[in-house]
């Protein structure tokens, strides 16, 4: 999900911008540790854009085709010692599929939040089975 924010930096400017988090707490908690201060934050989804993503998720599903890619990009960026992440975020840039890159993105998210990468991927039953 995305934030628009607006926060002061350290020297007083005014900052404005987005921030991809899985929800608003773990979106100020990551400006925070960027050294913002937090003005303001809103969600850029409409009430009704969330509603209907909910009710409509079944045609969102995930290929286990999808996940299997998925799973073998993971194994080659962390054999080469790129942090998780970082590794995240590359696969997101890379990922055509919208409802699987906001996945990815909130996964992400979740881990720099300090959410654990089983927990992350938890959050995802109908994806990421729990074996």
Do not use: W
């Not at 911008?17 to 003005?39: M, P, T, W, Y």
């Not at 799973?71 to 699987?100: G, P, T």
């Not at 979740?110 to 927990?119: L, R, T, Y």
Request: hydrophobic share 45%.
């Amino acid at each position: 999900m995305q934030f628009n924010y607006e926060a002061r930096t350290q020297d007083g400017e005014i900052q404005a911008g987005a921030v991809d988090s899985s929800d608003e707490k773990s979106a100020i908690e990551f400006l925070q540790r960027h050294n913002l201060v937090v003005i303001s934050i809103k969600s850029s989804e409409s009430a009704t854009g969330s509603l209907a993503k909910k009710y409509l998720s079944f045609l969102y599903k995930i290929k286990k085709s999808d996940l299997a890619v998925f799973s073998r990009q993971m194994a080659i960026l962390i054999e080469a010692k790129v942090s998780l992440v970082q590794a995240l975020r590359a696969i997101v840039e890379q990922e055509e599929k919208k409802a699987f890159k906001e996945m990815i993105c909130d996964i992400a998210s979740g881990i720099e939040a300090g959410m654990s990468f089983s927990a992350a991927l938890s959050r995802y039953p109908d994806a990421f089975s729990l074996f």
